[in-house]
């Protein structure tokens, strides 16, 4: 079946309006490109056209190349890549040379992102609406632009713009790109068609100028200054990211365009763009596209036509760093809440953190000052439960004590309207044995944010199998309006995202009792791509946490814990972490941290009292070796997690390790990079290791399985178990 096409319309005052059609995005697929060829290439032979409208059907210009296109087999009748060097051969060829006999004018609502922008900035014009989103965002898929936008963009709107929407895949909205050049004009939805019309047929008449973009050279600096503007965006382009080559290529690619001309600048566009298309980063980074849209896709939930109820007003419990950090979540989105604490000085703490919070997004522009009065004005304080009447959803945020949380949930079940969802934020704790005072466990579910809750973009839901399915419909449809990506996972300690991970951690301490030194151990994990190392994290997590949590994972999964003394004896001598400035690193007033020599003394400490003989081999580790042997235990804990159906696809792993954990996604997240490796590489490494350090790698059947097989991890297993 065609994936989409184009159609035609030539209206009586000769101008054929062509318009993408291909649903929900209208993305540039094969289809659609053949058939805009077509469309094109009739328009232009017919002689009652004398300009084209290029447009999108159901308000949406284009989301740009069909992104599913990039991972098609080349065939003889369908390589995918001489398809796109064909429109862009045809492109410019029909469209921009000189003497191109009509001019098109691009007519944009919605989004006109990646190849979708590059076709509109082939139109001699663009009239768009206020709200359309013009960008190109491929440098987020690996890739950079593929038809001219690396020349034309520039070309448009200046060089520090163009660099600025291009590395930061950052989109301008129909004004702003308005005022920067990229459109012609702003009009509203209504008008869109007619003013685009109106203003082909106006270049007709020469009322209007018929600009092509890959001429003008009016917004380019001089050679000097470019050089300056395009050296400093690659030091800041390598400080975002050293492991990423593509945003230099793509600032190599504009620098040809500009110094050598832009037919120059759009061949190397064409065999850049073709080498990083075939790239494993940008193969990671489709991968990650699409996972990250399949997490709401659950199977038997999804699918059962429910609707969303509406979510109004929300309650909290507990004004802490978390509660505050959800309350801000939801009020910068629109939704009112409820926060409440057990005394004045608590809630009045927990309200300055929530303002705190607010003000550091006005800081850093992510919200004007007039918003912040708006969205502090949804939230109230409350010391008791009298408003949660009100509530549709109430998200418990309490200290991790089972018998508070009980009683907390009995609560709320004498208080809250019979409807209302009662989630809890617990990162580790049973869901069955929070409602267990409770009679309403249908209505009880996880909702496991991520600290800084305002600023991580994951949120885990937890559901039991009492939970019910409408409930699970709602919290995705919360996630949908604070804007974060949800995992649904099922019940168990630690649930996926840090049951996953709590091997990492082990693993580290074990690789210090046994040699290693722990700056090296976060050097080469930050060197990996995560963010910060185990210990490096352990600190910012702070100590309580963390025997806090190991604790429950002793209870759990205690054949695959290792008991390291080293937190315990740190803690005696009263270090905490970063909270008491001083932890595995020490801290200043700035909060920088700094190896300390005197961690020696507690590690030796540690080993003398694990009666730990050290591993000559384990200190000379290569930095790959370390990476192994730190992440494939979580590679195999992962494995449990979808072999018990606590998690239901490989894909949500990779969306969980890399929005919760800040997995490199140009490495796909866990799963993906584990299935680069193979199953049988990883069961062999684990299984040699589990020999003589024991149950920490053990492999597990799900894994052993898909090695004997020869299978991917991601391969779903047949009769794999279900907590979904
Ligand atoms: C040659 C060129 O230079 C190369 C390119 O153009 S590469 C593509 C560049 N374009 C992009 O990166 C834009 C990608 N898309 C987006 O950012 C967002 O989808 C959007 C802003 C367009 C719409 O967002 P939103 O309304 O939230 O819808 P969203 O859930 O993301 O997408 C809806 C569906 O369209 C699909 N989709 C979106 N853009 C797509 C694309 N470019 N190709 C294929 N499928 C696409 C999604 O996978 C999703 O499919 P599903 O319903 O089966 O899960």
Redesign the pocket.
Same mark, same amino acid.
């Given at each position: 079946m065609a994936r989409g096409s184009t159609s035609m319309e030539v209206r009586r005052d000769g101008v054929a309006v062509i318009t993408v059609s291909n649903p929900? =995005?209208n993305?540039?697929?094969l289809d659609v490109i053949a058939s805009l060829q077509r469309d094109y290439g009739e328009a232009l032979r017919r002689s009652d056209v004398k300009a084209i409208v290029l447009t999108g059907a159901k308000g949406?210009f284009s989301?740009?190349?069909?992104?599913?296109?990039?991972d098609k087999k080349p065939s003889k009748d369908c390589p995918v890549l001489s398809f =796109?060097n064909k429109l862009n051969i045809y492109v410019v060829k029909f469209m921009l040379l000189p003497d191109a006999p009509k001019p098109s004018v691009a007519a944009i609502d919605g =989004?006109a992102?990646?190849?979708?922008l590059?076709l509109a900035m082939v139109c001699h014009a663009r009239v768009s609406t206020s709200s359309a989103?013009l960008g190109?965002?491929?440098l987020?898929?690996g890739?950079?632009?593929?038809?001219g936008?690396t020349q034309r963009l520039p070309r448009l709107v200046g060089l520090p713009k163009a660099l600025e929407m291009l590395l930061m895949?950052k989109p301008l909205k129909g004004v702003e790109a308005h005022k920067f050049g990229l459109v012609d004009a702003v009009v509203s939805a209504d008008e869109l068609i007619s003013t685009a019309c109106s203003w082909a047929l106006e270049i007709v008449e020469d009322k209007r100028p018929s600009f092509r973009s890959l001429h003008r050279t009016d917004r380019l600096p001089a050679l000097e200054e470019t050089k300056k503007i395009l050296n400093f965006a690659r030091v800041q382009a390598q400080k975002q990211s050293a492991s990423l080559q593509h945003p230099l290529v793509c600032i190599d690619v504009i620098e040809e365009g500009i110094i050598s001309g832009p037919r120059a600048g759009l061949m190397k566009e064409t065999l850049c763009?073709k080498m990083l298309e075939m790239s494993q980063i940008s193969k990671s980074l489709r991968h990650v596209?699409?996972a990250q849209?399949?997490t709401s896709?659950i199977p038997n939930i999804s699918n059962l036509g429910l609707t969303p109820r509406r979510i109004h007003k929300v309650a909290i419990v507990g004004g802490g760093l978390m509660g505050s950090g959800i309350a801000t979540a939801l009020i910068s989105n629109n939704l009112l809440v409820i926060l409440k604490e057990v005394n004045e000085q608590f809630l009045d703490a927990g309200i300055s953190r929530v303002k705190a919070n607010l003000q550091s997004l006005v800081k850093r522009g992510q919200m004007t000052k007039e918003d912040y009065e708006k969205k502090l004005s949804l939230l109230s304080g409350v010391l008791d439960y009298e408003q949660f009447r009100e509530a549709d959803v109430v998200i418990e945020a309490v200290i991790e004590d089972l018998s508070l949380k009980q009683k907390i949930f009995a609560d709320l079940e004498k208080y809250c309207h019979s409807n209302c969802i009662l989630a809890t934020n617990t990162s580790t704790i049973d869901l069955h044995l929070i409602g267990q005072k409770t009679s309403c466990q249908d209505r009880i579910a996880g909702a496991h944010f991520f600290s800084p809750a305002h600023a991580m973009p994951l949120l885990e839901i937890i559901r039991t199998h009492r939970t019910s399915s409408q409930v699970v419909i709602d919290l995705l449809n919360v996630a949908k309006q604070i804007r974060k990506t949800p995992i649904v996972v099922g019940n168990c300690t630690g649930f996926a995202v840090n049951r996953m991970f709590f091997p990492f951690t082990q693993v580290a301490y074990f690789l210090v009792d046994y040699g290693l030194d722990v700056y090296h151990i976060d050097h080469v994990i930050t060197k990996f791509g995560m963010p910060m190392g185990p210990f490096r994290l352990a600190d910012l997590v702070g100590f309580g946490v963390a025997i806090a949590s190991r604790k429950q994972y002793l209870q759990s999964y205690p054949e695959r814990c290792y008991k390291s003394m080293l937190i315990q004896i740190m803690l005696e001598e009263n270090r905490t972490g970063e909270s008491s400035r001083k932890g595995f690193y020490l801290y200043d007033d700035k909060r920088k941290a700094s190896p300390d020599p005197e961690m020696n003394k507690y590690i030796e400490k540690s080993r003398s009292m694990a009666s730990i003989v050290q591993d000559p081999k384990l200190p000379k580790l290569t930095d790959d070796e370390i990476v192994e042997m730190m992440l494939f235990p979580v590679v195999n804990e992962a494995c449990r997690l979808l072999d018990e159906g606590v998690a239901m696809k490989a894909s949500d792993l990779d969306v969980a390790s890399i929005m919760g954990r800040g997995f490199p996604s140009y490495r796909g997240g866990v799963m993906f990079w584990a299935d680069s490796f193979g199953a049988k590489y990883i069961y062999d490494r684990l299984k040699d290791w589990s020999k003589y350090h024991g149950g920490i790698f053990e492999p597990c059947e799900y894994l052993s399985t898909r090695a004997r097989q020869g299978l991917s991890l991601a391969a779903m297993a047949d009769g794999a178990m279900s907590r979904l």
């Open positions: 929900p =995005v993305a540039l697929s949406r989301g740009g190349f069909d992104i599913n296109a990039f =796109v =989004v992102l990646g190849g979708g590059e989103q190109l965002p491929e987020q898929l890739i950079i632009p593929g038809l936008g895949s763009g596209f699409f849209r399949a896709k």
